[in-house]
């Protein structure tokens, strides 16, 4: 990822520097998830160091279960399948509570359709949350099964819905490895972020927004800005439906 001076990257799915794009200086602030972004956002592709195992419920989240991430891999984009002009939502269940998600099937089509499709074969399940941003950006980075910010489905597709793309807190967006690299990493805004339109928008939260809020204010577990969230944050089951 291209890490320019005064800018916040969001880094996703590949293993190189994640494209969440932040200064220098923001960057050792923030270690963004896995997406490249030209402000303050997420890329993937940028390997974390592991921090050693904690469990943490002072977020009001239970202990993360022991279950594994099926690491599926596909080496291709899945077909269209989904409706365009049909309401998908989005359920995440997590072990700090539900957070409910109306897809923008319309304005993002191949993210929701990716999305959808993931979901449908479990990829998401049992899955951490392996980054947390609470300065510069506000974001918590999902979707990864290895939970370092470089794994993805083994397939990339186009960005989308760019135009005019703003991130204000209950946004849900892509991370990425610089244009055209979508995985299977994404973000969850729970606060007002500054970020270039880099990153797919694709959904926005209508439920649990208090939910991040909570993993957020109990920070990051090496006391930065930018890591691994203290809050042990496992994806248990990810489902969606159509409206």
């Known amino acids: 990822m291209n890490t320019e001076p005064h800018a916040h990257t969001i880094d996703g799915d590949i293993a190189r520097p994640r494209r969440i794009r932040l200064d220098r200086k923001a960057l050792r602030r923030i270690s963004l998830l896995g997406v490249t972004v030209a ?7 940028r390997a974390q160091a592991t921090p050693a195992p904690r469990l ?14 099926n690491g599926k891999q596909w080496p291709t984009e899945p077909a269209l399948t989904i409706d365009q002009n049909a309401a998908y939502t989005a359920n995440l269940e997590t072990n700090c509570g539900t957070i409910t998600i109306a897809l923008e099937a319309a304005r993002a089509p191949h993210t929701v359709n990716s999305f959808v499709f ?13 980054r947390l941003t609470t300065e510069g950006i506000f974001v918590l980075q999902c979707g990864d099964p290895t939970a370092k910010g470089t794994g993805g489905p083994g397939y990339k597709f186009a960005d989308e ?20 690299t979508n995985g299977s990493q994404f ?15 694709f959904g926005r939260i209508t439920g649990g927004l208090d939910v991040l809020g909570n993993i957020a204010a109990a920070g990051v577990q090496d006391g930065s800005g930018d890591g691994a ?14 409206g």
């Open 161 to 180: 819905n760019l135009a005019g793309a703003t991130y204000p807190a209950g946004t849900v967006a892509m991370a990425n490895a610089g244009p055209n």
């Open 187 to 201: 973000f969850l805004v729970y606060k007002d972020s500054q970020l270039p339109p880099s990153y797919t928008p």
């Open 118 to 130: 993931l979901a449908g074969e479990q990829y998401f399940d049992n899955t951490k949350c392996h």
């Open 229 to 242: 969230p203290a809050a042990d944050v496992s994806l248990n089951t990810v489902s969606t439906s159509r």
């Open 56 to 69: 943490e419920t002072a977020a009001g989240c239970n202990p993360a279960a022991g279950a594994q991430a």
């Open 39 to 45: 402000v303050a956002v997420l890329v993937t592709g």
